[in-house]
Structure formats: C-alpha cells, structure tokens
C-alpha cells in the first residue's frame, strides 16, 4: 500500500506518558510515526515527500478505552431514578433488575440490531479521540448470547476505524436458569462457552465479575485456569463494592488488569506491582453510583502500579461516551493529575490491554494520533466540551477532520 505521508508542523505533543518541551514536527509514513524532530530544524515537506497535515494544536495519541461494555440493548433509565430514591445498586441486582435487565433485552436482540444500538455510542467514542477499544460480552449469560455480543463487537471494528479489542464476561451475573446452582454456571463457562469462543477467535481475554452479587474467588479462579488453558488473557471486575482479594487473585494469574479496585488494599497493590497488573480506574461508574469508597491511587503511586483510565461504558453504572469527561473524572473524583489522565487513557490504557505498541507516540510506534484544539495536554482532562478533536489519524491515514465535518445545530 502507499499513502502519502503526511507532515505536522509546530505541535505541543504528549508522547502517551508525558509532554515534549518545545514544538515539535511529526511525521508519518506507511502507517506509522516515521519521524519526530524539534519545530525549528524543519524538514521540508518536498524533501520528505510529504503532504503538509496540519500546524499547530496539541497531539496525542489515540484513546485507549480498555474497559467498556459498549454492546447491549435497551437502556435503565428506570433504574437510575429508583437509585436517586435511595435503592442500591446490589439491591436492584438481587431483585432481578440491574445486569439482568439488560440480559433480557440483549437476548432479545438480533446481531444487526445490537450493531444499531452500539453504533451511535461507538461513534461519540470516535468522536472523542478513541482509536482502540475494548468489548465485553456480558450481556448474554448462554453460548449463543455471549458469542452473538463478541460477534457483534467483532463487526463494529469492520464497520469503523477502530482496533477492537474483545474480552469473554461470561461470568457477570448467573442467568436465571442457572438459579441456585452458581457452580453449574460456572461449570459451563469454563467447559462449553470459553472453548467455544477461544475456537472461533472471537475473545482476546477472559473477564469475571468477582463479587458478592457476582461470583466468588474460588469461582473466578476456575475461569481464569479454563482461559489460560484455552491460551486466553485474564482480567477482572475487582474490589468494586467489597474486598474479596480479587486483584490479588488476577495477579496471580499474571492478569492484564483489575478494574474498580475502590476496595483494593496495600497487599492487593503490591501483588499488583509485583506481577505487572494494570490498575483500571472507572471514575464513571464511581460518579454515577454515587460510591464513597476512593481507590488507594496513593498506594498504586508509591508502588508503581500502572493506573488505566476507562470508561466503562455500560446501561448500568456508568451510562457515559465521553472519554475526555472521563479524564476529569479521574482527575476531580479521584485526585489523578491531568498528565496521570492522559498516561491513563493512552499508554497504560494500552499496556492493560496487552498492546504497549499502542498508546505511545515515538518513531516506530502505530500512528493512531488525535490532534486536539486546545494549547496544553492538561485542557482535555481540565474542561468538559466536546467538539475539541480536530484530526482522528488511524494507521496513519486522517479518518476524521473538523473542517470536513461542518457546523452543528
Ligand atoms: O463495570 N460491575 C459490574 N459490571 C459493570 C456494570 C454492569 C451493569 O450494571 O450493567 C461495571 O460496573
Ligand atoms: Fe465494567
């Protein structure tokens, strides 16, 4: 393939952990970052035989959403009134509402029909920067169901230009046919649905629910042996309403990464440092819950854990596609600086899902870029507008430019 490469003068640039002093030139070639030098040395477009791409503005790398739940059908308007009267999020669970209200509505839907209903929250993802993300099932609770949800966010990747990662979340909530017999859920999960999956290719990593209204540790160590038996990554929903030592037990498993982790405690952290597993912060589901419970960042700093920031995007707790929100999210709720943000949703957000390629901007590095108009990386985390994007770059080719996109209203 030959695309032209393409030239960008005189950029503020975040390399996807922290800012370059002074403007620099960027170039990119053959789908990815061919070359970086400081603004005033120059190189001709003519002589690099490059098309001139834009001046000035803040680069970045693509967004990195690890964490969404981005395919459903339906929506829980009605639960997120009850909850503002006072009714729990484990209280709506445990009366069949909650997840399994969503799992009633995904069952019902056919794949195109899921594909319409993810696609308008896929694109306000796009149209805020994001150039990989992760999907989780979840939804489903049977074979066919969680294969349909994994297909279906297979099939938005070949719609748009996204890098769609899928995770396998099986084990999210037992289906109502499994009542009272947990194990045989489980039973099922590891010997007929991530088989399946892992045969088709249709997961990249295998997700639990380790909670009181979830499943127990020893539950979801089953489901981490059956996946890594089936050569699948293990990550899981962690410490989000109780301490169960999930992360911990992720780590163990040499997981990608624990996310929630409001719960987590100091030994949890440090086996988190010691095994390489990303911490993934949801501050939208942290805001919409209403939760108290602040995650141990302080001890995630001094032990050199990795924090992701993710959106979480879900019918439940965190009904948001607004990653740039996201950041201030992180930041005002959970106190992260707005470079601890951006290395969030960027490079660490791209090591939880095991891509470091991913996430960085350095020559070599895949040019999925954002070209952002604001004057400093900190903006995007510090106000909450949308419309700031100015160029989408997906494999080194522009898929997106405000110019082109006309005036709203
Ligand atoms: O990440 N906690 C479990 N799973 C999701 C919520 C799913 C839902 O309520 O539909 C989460 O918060
Ligand atoms: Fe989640």
């Given at each position: 393939m030959s695309t032209p490469s393409l030239l960008w003068r005189e950029l503020c640039l975040f390399d996807?952990?922290?800012?370059?002093?002074?403007?620099?030139?960027?170039?990119?070639?053959?789908?990815?970052?061919?070359?970086?030098?400081?603004?005033?040395?120059?190189?001709?477009?003519?002589?690099?035989?490059?098309?001139?791409?834009?001046?000035?503005?803040?680069?970045?790398?693509?967004?990195?959403?690890?964490?969404?739940?981005?395919?459903?059908?339906?929506?829980?308007?009605?639960?997120?009134?009850?909850?503002?009267?006072?009714?729990?999020?484990?209280?709506?669970?445990?009366?069949?509402?909650?997840?399994?209200?969503?799992?009633?509505?995904?069952?019902?839907?056919?794949?195109?029909?899921?594909?319409?209903?993810?696609?308008?929250?896929?694109?306000?993802?796009?149209?805020d920067g994001v150039t990989t993300l992760e999907i989780k099932s979840g939804y489903g609770l049977s074979l066919a169901d969680e294969l349909k949800m994994l297909r279906v966010a297979r099939r938005l990747g070949q719609l748009r230009p996204v890098r769609i990662r899928t995770s396998l979340l099986a084990a999210h909530a037992l289906p109502p046919e499994f009542a009272g017999d947990s194990d045989g859920y489980i039973r099922l999960i590891c010997e007929a649905i991530i088989p399946a999956a892992a045969a088709e290719g249709l997961a990249d990593a295998v997700d639990v629910f380790c909670e009181h209204i979830g499943f127990s540790p020893a539950q979801c160590e089953r489901v981490f042996q059956a996946a890594q038996a089936h050569g699948l990554a293990v990550k899981a929903h962690a410490e989000q309403l109780s301490n169960q030592g999930a992360s911990a037990l992720t780590a163990r498993y040499r997981g990608l990464s624990a996310d929630h982790i409001e719960f987590l405690d100091e030994a949890g952290v440090q086996a988190m440092a010691v095994a390489g597993t990303v911490a993934v912060l949801l501050p939208g589901a942290f805001h919409t819950l209403r939760e108290t419970q602040l995650p141990p960042i302080e001890l995630l700093r001094q032990h050199q854990v990795p924090m992701a920031v993710a959106s979480d995007a879900n019918p439940g707790t965190a009904p948001i596609c607004f990653p740039t929100l996201n950041l201030n999210l992180a930041c005002t709720l959970f106190?992260?600086?707005?470079?601890?943000?951006?290395?969030?949703?960027?490079?660490?957000?791209?090591?939880?899902?095991?891509?470091?390629?991913?996430?960085?901007?350095?020559?070599?590095?895949?040019?999925?870029?954002?070209?952002?108009?604001?004057?400093?990386?900190?903006?995007?985390?510090?106000?909450?507008?949308?419309?700031?994007?100015?160029?989408?770059?997906?494999?080194?080719?522009?898929?997106?430019?405000?110019?082109?996109?006309?005036?709203?209203?």
């Open positions: 996807g952990l922290s800012t370059l002093e002074g403007p620099v030139n960027l170039l990119v070639a053959d789908g990815k970052v061919a070359g970086l030098w400081p603004s005033r040395e120059f190189p001709e477009s003519a002589a690099l035989g490059a098309i001139e791409a834009g001046r000035g503005g803040v680069m970045t790398p693509g967004l990195v959403d690890c964490h969404s739940h981005l395919v459903y059908a339906g929506n829980r308007a009605g639960e997120f009134e009850q909850r503002l009267e006072g009714v729990s999020y484990a209280e709506i669970a445990q009366a069949g509402g909650g997840i399994l209200s969503s799992v009633r509505a995904t069952r019902a839907a056919s794949e195109e029909e899921l594909v319409e209903a993810s696609l308008p929250r896929l694109d306000a993802l796009l149209a106190r992260l600086t707005p470079r601890e943000a951006l290395a969030g949703m960027t490079a660490h957000g791209a090591r939880a899902l095991g891509l470091p390629e991913l996430g960085r901007i350095a020559v070599g590095a895949t040019a999925d870029l954002c070209l952002w108009d604001v004057q400093q990386p900190a903006e995007l985390a510090y106000a909450v507008q949308p419309g700031r994007l100015r160029q989408r770059i997906f494999n080194g080719a522009i898929t997106y430019r405000k110019e082109e996109a006309g005036h709203a209203g």
